[in-house]
C-alpha cells in the first residue's frame, strides 16, 4: 500500500486508540493513585503503564512490523532496532500535571518517517480535546463539538503570543529568549504556560504564536504535537534554525523553538 494511504488509513483509526488509552489514564486519575521515580527522577504513575499497553496492542494489529520507541518500554531497556519508519509513543506526557490533577496531560502518538514526524495523534483526555494530522493532508481537532479543521494562524499586528512550559520552565533562558525577539523587533502580546505537548497544539489552533523549550525534552515527548503542528502549516526548529529531526542518539532533542506561521 503507497505510504500515502496508509497514512489516510492510520489516521482515522488513530484517534479511537489514543481514547482508549485515555480511558485507562482517566480510571486511574480518579483513584488515589501512587507515584514512583524513574531512574531520571521523573515521576511515572500506573496510568503510564495501563496506556503504554494498550497503545503497544494497538499499534501492533493497526501496523503490524512497524518498530514502536515507546517511553515507558525504553525507561525498561526494550528499545528496537529503528530504519526509516518508526512509531514513537509517550503514552502520558505531563505526568507532573497528571499528578497535580490540573488536566495539562496528553496521550501521544507519532510516525516517523526519514527522520521527520508524518503523522501525529494528540488526545488531552481530561479537557476532552483531540488533536490529529498528517503532513501534506491537513490538520484537525477532533472533541465534543465534532471535527473541525485547524491551521497556524499569521501572528497578530499587536504582537505574539508564547508559551512556557509549566512544569519545567527556565525563567533565566525564556528571558534571553524574549528579550532577543525584542531586540528583533518581534512584539511580545502574552506569555502563557500550558503543561505537556498542548502547548504545540495549541499553535496548531491558531492560539498562540511560538514556543520555545530551553531545556531537556525526548523525541516521544514531542514528536505527535510537532506531526500536527506541521500539518496545520507549522515547524519546529533548532536554536540554529534547522528542522528538528528525529532517530538521534538517545533520542533526546537540543533547544528548539516551535512556530506557527512565520
Known amino acids: 500500500m503507497p505510504a500515502a494511504a496508509e497514512h489516510r488509513r492510520w489516521i482515522e483509526h488513530l484517534p479511537e486508540l489514543a481514547r482508549a488509552a485515555g480511558r485507562a489514564i482517566m480510571a486511574i486519575y480518579a483513584s488515589d493513585f501512587a507515584v514512583r521515580d524513574k531512574a531520571d527522577a521523573s515521576p511515572v504513575t500506573a496510568a503510564d503503564d495501563a496506556a503504554e499497553r494498550v497503545i503497544l496492542e494497538g499499534l501492533e494489529v493497526l501496523a503490524p512490523g512497524v518498530p514502536v520507541v515507546a517511553e515507558e518500554s525504553v525507561a525498561a531497556g526494550r528499545v528496537p532496532a529503528i530504519g526509516e519508519r518508526f512509531w514513537l509513543v509517550d503514552p502520558l506526557d505531563g505526568t507532573r500535571e497528571f499528578v497535580g490533577r490540573n488536566g495539562e496531560f496528553t496521550v501521544n502518538i507519532a510516525l516517523v518517517e526519514r527522520g521527520l514526524p508524518v503523522l501525529g495523534v494528540v488526545l488531552a483526555p481530561a479537557i476532552e480535546r483531540l488533536w490529529a494530522g498528517v503532513v501534506g493532508e491537513g490538520a484537525f481537532e477532533d472533541g465534543p463539538g465534532g471535527r473541525r479543521a485547524i491551521a497556524v494562524r499569521a501572528p497578530p499586528a499587536g504582537g505574539i ?6 512544569s519545567h520552565g527556565d525563567e533565566v533562558a525564556l ?18 504556560t500550558a503543561g505537556s505537548s498542548l502547548k504545540l497544539c495549541l499553535l496548531a489552533s491558531g492560539e498562540a504564536d511560538a514556543y520555545p523549550r530551553l531545556g531537556r525534552t525526548m523525541e516521544w515527548d514531542i514528536a505527535a504535537g510537532h506531526a500536527v503542528l506541521a500539518a496545520a502549516g507549522g515547524s519546529v526548529r533548532t536554536m540554529d534554525g534547522a528542522l528538528l529531526s528525529y532517530g538521534k ?5 537540543p533547544h528548539f523553538v516551535a512556530w506557527g506561521r512565520r
Open 161 to 166: 503570543t508564547v508559551l512556557a512550559s509549566r
Open 175 to 192: 528571558d534571553a529568549w524574549l528579550a532577543g525577539q525584542r531586540a528583533a523587533g518581534q512584539a511580545i502580546a502574552a506569555l502563557r
Open 249 to 253: 542518539p538517545g533520542f533526546e532533542n
